[in-house]
T-cell receptor, first 111, second 114 residues
Framework: KQEVTQIPAALSVPEGENLVLNCSFTDSAIYNLQWFRQDPGKGLTSLLLIQSSQREQTSGRLNASLDKSSGRSTLYIAASQPGDSATYLCAVEGGSYIPTFGRGTSLIVHP | DAGITQSPRHKVTETGTPVTLRCHQTENHRYMYWYRQDPGHGLRLIHYSYGVKDTDKGEVSDGYSVSRSKTEDFLLTLESATSSQTSVYFC?????????????FGPGTRLTVL
């Protein structure tokens, strides 16, 4: 059974820092990995999708990498801003089209 | 954004009453999902659908049923609501095929069972 772990569970940083969020998974036979953002009281917003054949994806200040062999993905946020404060979740999907989600990293960026 | 709406957005009901939550999508995605999100448990899959009239159970399906009579609509029914079903319910769809599939989420329904 696929298990997804996100470390750290919570993170508080000053504005302007570059930061890395981690996602690890136990079964490397995945189709893709997706990063989401969730603001309090809101639904999940898709940030980046990395297909199994890809190593990384970039969107603005966000960069996500995927290392299938080691079962790891990282989400890099450059020059963090208070507006980046949210919970970030990763999800991996295998051939069943049923994703497995991590519990998320709660990020606070303070001015 | 896959144009997913959920209704109602908030609902308070009493134990033992039936409740139906609706999910509507405008992108013609084949796969649709119902999740619940609770503190300490994260997101848990209730049921999912892989086509019209094709549905299957997730990890927490007891006490829930679903129906999908049209591509765009996926209904979640609590036959007899219990306090343990107080939660935030999210609908999601999946675009694309195989590795290119991406999930999109609706805004959620906050359900309180008294």
């Amino acid at each position: 059974k696929q298990e997804v772990t996100q470390i750290p569970a919570a993170l508080s940083v000053p504005e302007g820092e570059n930061l890395v969020l981690n996602c690890s998974f136990t079964d490397s036979a995945i189709y893709n990995l997706q990063w989401f953002r969730q603001d309090p009281g809101k639904g999940l917003t898709s940030l980046l999708l990395i297909q199994s054949s890809q190593r990384e994806q970039t969107s603005g200040r966000l960069n996500a990498s995927l290392d299938k062999s080691s079962g790891r993905s990282t989400l890099y946020i450059a020059a963090s801003q208070p507006g980046d404060s949210a919970t970030y979740l990763c999800a991996v999907e295998g051939g069943s089209y049923i994703p497995t989600f991590g519990r998320g990293t709660s990020l606070i960026v303070h001015p | 954004d896959a144009g997913i709406t959920q209704s109602p957005r908030h609902k308070v009901t009493e134990t033992g009453t039936p409740v139906t939550l609706r999910c509507h999508q405008t992108e013609n995605h084949r796969y649709m999902y119902w999740y619940r999100q609770d503190p300490g448990h994260g997101l848990r899959l209730i049921h999912y659908s892989y086509g019209v009239k094709d549905t299957d159970k997730g990890e927490v399906s007891d006490g829930y049923s679903v129906s999908r009579s049209k591509t765009e609509d996926f209904l979640l029914t609590l036959e007899s609501a219990t306090s343990s079903q107080t939660s935030v319910y999210f609908c999601a769809t999946r675009s694309g095929i195989r590795e290119r599939g991406e999930q999109f989420f609706g805004p959620g329904t906050r359900l309180t069972v008294l």
